[in-house]
């Protein structure tokens, strides 16, 4: 089962030990989803603030 969360800083935590992170650009709202060994997490964010926080992830990022 996937787990929103709401913290950035946790999310960028959670990066240390996921797999990839996945960027989903829609038009009013990124969606990052870290994809860790037994679930998947996932952030929404503003596109400005995005960009920051994808500066902080620690793992690969794919765009999709």
């Not at 990839?20 to 969606?31: M, N």
């Not at 996932?42 to 995005?50: G, H, R, Y």
Request: aromatic share 6%; charged share 45%; proline share 3%.
């Amino acid at each position: 089962m996937p787990s929103e969360i709401f913290d950035i800083d946790k999310f960028v935590e959670i990066s240390e030990r996921a797999d990839y992170c996945a960027v989903k650009r829609l038009k009013d709202v990124v969606k990052l989803k870290l994809r860790t060994a037994k679930r998947l997490y996932t952030l929404k964010v503003e596109p400005l603030k995005a960009e920051e926080v994808i500066k902080k992830l620690r793992c690969e990022i794919r765009e999709i």
